[in-house]
């Protein structure tokens, strides 16, 4: 498009690159939390659900202001960074992906807990009566009959990155082409009043949006079509 700035769609390309690598970590690390949140009998797993649960309504800057506290100078982030030279993770690419796993964590591992408590104990247990062992079980039992749930996941964790704002510019900053990512660059086109630049990038998001939750629908329709 013409008359617009060169690098417009650095922050579109960050952004994605953020909410892909963020969604594979979710998905291998959230699915088993979901999956003892569902099958395990311990007393306080929800207390370990709530934890999890906690980015649902802990305001931005509160976890931003902690996050930064933990990936400062001072802080576990500071002395990981220090194994290649740098002082802190905060303000760097890592640190976002860091931050944003945290932050869309219930995203993700809610919708596969769900999925997982929908099976039931049957088809587990007629596998045991198999002598299928329970990782074997796991992946070809439980996982394939979770797919809604694992779909509605990746759709809501990337979904969710995708429109961070809060969590990304408290712990990131303002950095073009290494923390500058979609919703910070639509902040910074309104702040300067670059209106046309700001509207195309937000009209892409909206666009996103409706995608999203057209998305999301099919989704429970089918898994609701499957149930019954």
Do not use: C
């Given at each position: ?22 969604t ?5 690390v ?5 999956w ?7 007393a306080?797993?929800e207390?370990v659900?709530a ?10 800057t509160?976890l ?6 933990l990936?400062?100078?001072d ?17 760097t690419?890592g640190?976002?992906?860091?931050g944003s796993?945290?932050y869309?964590m219930p995203f993700?591992?809610?919708?596969i ?6 099976i ?7 596998a ?8 074997k079980t ?9 797919r809604?749930?694992?779909?509605a ?21 303002n950095i073009?082409?290494?923390?500058k990512?979609?919703?910070v660059?639509?902040?910074d086109?309104v ?13 892409g ?12 629908m ?6 609701a079509?499957?149930?019954?």
């Amino acid at each position: 498009m013409t008359g617009l700035p060169p690098d417009i769609w650095q922050p579109v390309w960050l952004t994605v690159e953020l909410a892909v690598i963020t969604t594979v970590i979710l998905l291998i690390v959230g699915t088993p939390i979901a999956w003892w949140l569902a099958r395990s009998k311990a007393a306080w797993k929800e207390g370990v659900a709530a934890i999890v649960a906690m980015p649902l309504v802990l305001p931005p800057t509160v976890l931003g202001f902690y996050l930064l506290v933990l990936m400062g100078p001072d802080g576990p982030g500071g002395a990981i960074a220090g194994l290649w030279g740098g002082r802190t993770l905060a303000f760097t690419f890592g640190g976002l992906v860091f931050g944003s796993v945290i932050y869309s964590m219930p995203f993700v591992v809610q919708p596969i807990r769900n999925a997982f408590d929908a099976i039931g104990d049957r088809p587990l247990e007629v596998a045991a009566t198999l002598r299928a062992s329970p990782l074997k079980t796991f992946w070809t039992v439980a996982v394939p009959l979770a797919r809604p749930g694992f779909l509605a996941g990746a759709v809501l964790g990337f979904a969710h990155t995708v429109g961070e704002f809060g969590i990304v510019l408290m712990i990131g900053g303002n950095i073009p082409g290494r923390t500058k990512v979609l919703s910070v660059a639509i902040y910074d086109y309104v702040e300067t009043s670059q209106w046309r630049e700001a509207n195309i990038l937000a009209g892409g998001m909206a666009a996103f949006a409706f995608v999203v939750i057209l998305t999301m629908m099919m989704l429970e329709k089918r898994t609701a079509r499957l149930r019954g």
